[in-house]
């Protein structure tokens, strides 16, 4: 059963008003840098033509530098297989509707190039929801939200030092292992004393 | 609202309604649903499902595992509460059979994923819950051995999937031994053609051909006990049959996940390779293997 | 000391602040009291601290506290195929496994295009609607446990759930991990006998709402508490991301099930309760109309219940192509949305639960601030929160 949204909607108003925005190839996400980030909110929030009013959605997502391949068509007309070097970067991605207007759905992107040092620009001024949202985000990914009113840890504790959310968090080797039947765990508990027994692994 | 406290009141006879009721017998069964755990009640129902249990064919606990290790339920468990390691002859080859079958229903959470990934319905969910025990670490890590349940047993709990599955296991079988038999006359009229100079040019042989011979030990153990005459039937037929399975199983696990296709096609090829040197034992030490598998297990 | 800076601009306290500002007189110094409440308190429903700053008994300042239950399902996912994340989604909001299921089922099932049978639809609707039964009536036993009335409300509440949950058993298995919908259907088709247990307890539920009315909806002492504490202005409302019954206590009117229309939802006609004033009183007496709403829409899917598959036809392996979807469905609390990101490998690239508890949660201190801290403890009440979900 095809799940029917409300109303999609049209996104060249925005584009026209907008013209560094970008939308992205396959998720029509727009792109927008950190700085712009509140002007564009506020145009979409404020616009009669959008009214989206409903910030439903914030979050992360972090992407290492990796190397991707495309097919594209050269001068001679022949597809040739292109390694493209995709620089580390870190995106929150905001997720929009409108409760009055019953549209929806217009997916923003900040996306921040610096992934060693991470700031964003945060919404909270504009929209509420954003608050604990990005202070989610802040927590986890450690990104750093310009403006948020509160930027606290949500989740982890206060003390806690990583961002456990980027791809290339590694987890503490400082908790206590339980002998379980895994091989895997079971060498780990071994490195810790007094565990380790239990498994039925000869 | 009338008089103030009139609601109060009017709470407080239902709340007398409800005490009254509960010495009736109607109202105590629409008021008091308790059941009164150990003496009365069966809190079984059809789907009820609380950790998995291993299921063997026929009378043989070990023998009749339908369980082939091939690590599907192993990988795909969300609280990762499986561990399989593969049983292997004295000559490190593997059999088609887990040595160690270890979960730890501490971490398990009845999820009943490996149920649905099994490509064997060798592992099914158990409605038994009182699984009270001293030890947290030692009592709670269920083996091979405790987890074997003969099919008899899951008749009992879940008589409509054992049905089905039952079922699902007989179309398997005659799917594949319809393909057996085409592949019988075939391997019959190899084999005569073979002989004896085959033998020592099956060392070297490369994968294609050894992976008919393969067949052999993988076979024996799973296919043989759920086909319950396999047993009846003599070494020599059993090895052409066993041709079959090797074939079959990787297929079946292919189905399953990508991954899985993978690993356990990359682990046949390695069974392959490692099975190179036991073609020219021949049938006799398969018979050894057994006995050894057999005392190894109890 | 006045408490302007904290409220929200527009958002003007409908309540009387009472006792408000610092007592000043000669010779005498006051000071405001910290309180820390929780994590074990009785009233916070679970693991979750209420930082509160009090003058006297008035909140000046609450700062909600929580992360205890937090496992990081989301990374946890994210080693995992999709269909391993599905057991793990029952215990976000472990009174709603039904619908947590239902919503990642959805979002993956719009990522590779999947068609679910129409008996499968139906049997979707009928579980998350007994599920907004199980939640909201766990709501309101819990609400007057906060109120004060220990026990005998609650306990009625947990004997209808019971039956409840019997239901969910015979289906899936187990009573509140259901793990019961995949994508593309369900895991198993309804067990014989099912629909005619369900039809009585749907029939009987009723009786038992009606019960449950005369025994709290009247009583003095309730609509004291509750009524004008812990307004929620509707702007504040869809500013902060409030959903569900939360927000249409506010008199927003705003339901994902008439909106979205996801499923076959868009074949019951059933009206959307909304509140006008937004307090407590308001949030408790719409989940009530709501149930007796999803008793409506329970009677005629079970009336309509085609039969047919209960499976679409899913690939064997959930391997979707690269590229996102966000899902989202009415959750008994709200807006409980998955997003998922795939790079078209078998796991998912990012997997984000959007928790309606949490962004619940954001307008905690302004629905606190000025009420007495016994007040704080009913308004968290009715904001209904799961902890599980609002860690994860």
């Known amino acids: 059963m095809p799940v029917s949204d409300e109303t999609p909607v049209d996104l060249a108003p925005v584009l026209e008003s907008f013209p560094s925005l970008e939308v992205e190839k396959g998720t029509g996400a727009l792109i927008t840098q950190p700085a712009l980030v509140l002007e564009v909110v506020q145009f979409l929030r404020d616009d009669p033509r959008y009214r989206l009013d409903y910030l439903s959605n914030v979050t992360g997502i972090d992407y290492l530098a990796t190397v991707r391949k495309e097919k594209r068509v050269n001068e001679e007309g022949k597809t040739e297989i292109v390694k493209i070097d995709e620089p580390p970067r870190m995106d929150v991605v905001y997720h929009f509707y409108s409760m009055s207007e019953k549209r929806g759905l217009v997916t923003l992107k900040q996306r921040i190039t610096d992934r060693d040092r991470p700031v964003a620009t945060s919404l909270m001024p504009l929209f509420r929801s954003a608050e604990f949202q990005e202070r989610e985000v802040y927590d986890l990914f450690g990104i750093d939200f310009q403006g948020h009113l509160d930027l606290r840890r949500l989740l982890m504790w206060e003390e806690f030092e990583d961002f456990p959310m980027r791809r290339d968090y590694v987890e503490p080797d400082d908790y206590e292992y339980e002998p379980t039947p895994h091989g895997e765990v079971l060498e780990k508990a071994k490195t810790h004393a007094g565990l380790g027994e239990g498994g039925s692994e000869e | ?298 | 000391m006045t408490m302007e800076s904290s409220v929200v601009a527009g958002s003007e306290p409908t309540v009387e602040p009472r006792g408000f500002e610092l007592i000043e007189r000669e010779g005498l110094e006051t000071n405001l009291l910290e309180v820390s409440m929780g994590p074990h308190h009785p009233s916070t429903h679970g693991v979750f601290r209420m930082d509160v700053k009090l003058d006297g008994e008035t909140v000046t300042e609450l700062r909600p506290v929580f992360g205890y239950l937090h496992r990081n399902h989301e990374k946890l996912a994210e080693d995992m195929g999709y269909l391993g994340s599905m057991p793990f989604t029952d215990r976000l909001d472990y009174f709603c496994s039904m619908t947590n299921n239902w919503a990642y089922a959805l979002a993956g099932e719009k990522m590779i295009d999947l068609e679910v049978p129409e008996r499968a639809e139906y049997v979707r609707v009928i579980m998350a609607e007994l599920t907004r039964l199980v939640n909201h009536i766990m709501l309101v036993g819990f609400f007057v446990n906060d109120l004060g009335a220990l026990g005998t409300p609650l306990l009625y509440a947990l004997r209808e759930r019971e039956k409840i949950l019997d239901l969910f058993e015979w289906a899936s298995g187990a009573r509140m991990m259901c793990n019961y919908m995949r994508f593309g259907g369900l895991r198993n088709d309804l067990p014989e006998g099912w629909l005619t247990k369900c039809r009585e307890v749907v029939d009987a539920f009723p009786y038992f709402l009606d019960e449950y009315e005369k025994l709290l909806v009247e009583n003095e002492i309730i609509l004291v508490r509750t009524q004008n504490v812990g307004v929620l202005k509707p702007e504040l409302a869809i500013n902060a991301g409030i959903t569900g019954p939360m927000l249409r206590a506010s008199g927003v009117n705003y339901d994902l099930r008439k909106v979205d229309a996801y499923g076959v939802y868009d074949r019951f006609p059933f009206r959307v309760p909304m509140g006008e004033v937004g307090d407590c009183y308001d949030r408790f007496m719409v989940r009530i109309l709501e149930m007796r709403e999803s008793i409506k829409i329970l009677r005629q899917a079970m009336d309509e219940l085609p039969e047919g598959p209960i499976m679409g036809e899913a690939p064997r392996v959930f391997k979707p192509p690269a590229g996102e979807i966000y899902g989202r469905i009415e959750g008994p609390k709200g807006e409980l949305g998955f997003y998922l990101v795939s790079d078209g490998t078998a796991k998912p690239y990012r997997y984000r639960v959007r928790p309606p508890s949490l962004v619940n949660l954001t307008v905690l201190e302004d629905l606190c601030l000025g009420h007495k801290v016994a007040d704080a403890v009913v308004i968290l009440g009715s904001v209904d929160i799961v902890l599980g979900e609002v860690d994860r």
């Not at chain 2, 000559?91 to 009943?112: A, E, H, L, T, W």
């Not at chain 2, 699902?168 to 038999?181: F, Q």
């Open chain 2, 1 to 298: 609202m009338d008089l103030l406290g009139s609601g109060i009141f009017k709470g407080m006879a239902v709340t007398l309604k409800n005490f009254a009721m509960t010495y009736f017998d109607r109202g105590r069964k629409e008021r008091l649903p308790t059941v009164q755990y150990p003496e009365a009640g069966d809190t079984v129902t059809l789907f009820t499902r609380n950790f998995p249990f291993l299921i063997y064919d026929g009378e043989e606990e070990v023998d009749g595992m339908r369980c082939v290790a091939c690590q599907i339920c192993e990988r795909e468990c969300p609280p990762a509460c499986i561990y399989i390691v593969k049983e292997k002859d004295e000559n490190g080859k593997f059999v088609k059979r887990p040595k160690v079958f270890d979960i730890d229903v501490s971490v398990c959470m009845g999820c009943q994923i490996c149920v649905e990934v099994c490509p064997f319905d060798a592992i099914v969910m158990d409605s038994e819950f009182e699984y009270s025990k001293e030890d947290r670490f030692g009592d709670l890590l269920f083996n091979r051995d405790e987890l074997l349940k003969s099919n008899d047993y899951y008749h009992k709990i879940h008589p409509e999937e054992a049905q089905a599955r039952d079922a699902n296991l007989a179309a398997k079988k005659a799917a594949d031994e319809a393909k057996k038999k085409a592949r019988e006359e075939k391997a019959a009229a190899a084999a005569a053609a073979k002989a004896a100079a085959e033998k020592e040019a099956s060392e070297k042989k490369d994968s294609p051909e050894a992976s008919e011979p393969v067949a052999e030990e993988p076979k024996a153990e799973p296919a043989a006990p759920s086909e319950n005459h396999a047993k009846a039937e003599s070494e020599a037929k059993e090895k052409p049959a066993a041709e079959e399975t090797p074939v079959e199983e990787p297929a079946a696990a292919t189905d399953e996940t990508e991954d899985a296709k993978e690993e356990s096609s990359g682990g046949s090829e390695g069974k392959e390779t490692s099975e190179e040197p036991e073609e020219t034992a021949g049938s006799g030490e398969d018979d050894e293997k057994k006995a050894e598998e057999g005392e190894g297990v109890s």
